[in-house]
């Protein structure tokens, strides 16, 4: 029986869009003040690699294309969502980038804390217990 | 014009939609602790993929598999989430078997 490596491709390459996208949007979401310039860097690679995918005769490269362009879309629009997250505190603000600054100065829920760095501990926290953690770390 | 990757790429869109549902659903009332059995599904999804003669049904199932995988880092985090009150918190969760020999693993994040 012969193996059709199509699904093979899809899996990275959706495995692989996913997780690097994930993780560079968080670090240069985290180091660059104008995020309009990495978005639309992920665009303009997002609406090229759609091209090359219409334009290759090969469905494993069309595949790869067509998913990675997905993904690269997504990331355009996961720079503003990642800032959105920092100002509500659901991820960390870098105090020395100075869109950051700004965040942190005027958006009462915007912290340094790395609240996803733990492991679950079975219950929630509650208010009391975030509160002082909170306010010393600002 | 090739638009196979295209519509493949559409579709992928959708999977990994369905999966922050089913990622933030799942943890809610079963609990991170199943993260080896998700991985496991995607991993055997991207193997069965390999064996299907139809590109579409094996392209579908790789993305499919992968989003299991990629799900499965999610669930320590979404896990923090909810415990933080940013999700809703559901404590009576269905345990997987081998709970208590899973607990001592470290759940993969990326």
């Known amino acids: ?138 | 014009m090739n638009w196979f990757g295209f519509f493949v790429g559409v579709a992928t869109l959708f999977i990994i939609g369905l999966g922050f549902i089913w990622v933030i659903r799942g943890e809610r009332y079963f609990g991170y602790l199943w993260w080896p059995y998700a991985m496991g599904v995607g991993i055997v999804c991207v193997l069965a993929s390999l064996f299907l003669s139809n590109d579409w049904a094996s392209a579908l199932l790789g993305a499919f598999g992968a989003s299991f995988i990629w799900g499965s880092t999610e669930f320590k985090e979404q896990a923090i989430r909810g415990e933080l009150g940013w999700y809703p918190f559901h404590d009576k969760k269905m345990l997987p078997p081998f709970a208590d020999i899973i607990k001592k693993w470290k759940a993969p994040s990326l």
């Open chain 1, 1 to 138: 029986m012969e193996l059709n490596g199509i699904g093979l491709a899809s899996a990275a390459a959706t495995f692989l869009g996913v997780w690097i996208g994930h993780v560079s949007v968080r670090k240069i979401e985290r180091e660059v003040d104008r995020i309009w310039i990495p978005s639309t860097i992920a665009l303009l690679l997002g609406i090229g690699l759609e091209l090359a995918s219409f334009w290759t005769s090969s469905r494993v490269l069309s595949t790869i294309g067509g998913i990675a362009s997905v993904t690269l879309l997504g990331d355009a629009l996961e720079f503003y969502r990642q800032q959105e997250r920092i100002k509500k505190g659901h991820a960390p603000a870098n105090p020395n980038n100075t869109r950051h600054a700004r965040i942190l100065a005027t958006h009462p829920g915007a912290t340094t804390i790395d609240w996803l760095a733990c492991d679950p501990r079975g219950f929630p926290y509650s208010g009391e217990e975030l509160k002082p953690v909170k306010e010393k770390v600002k």
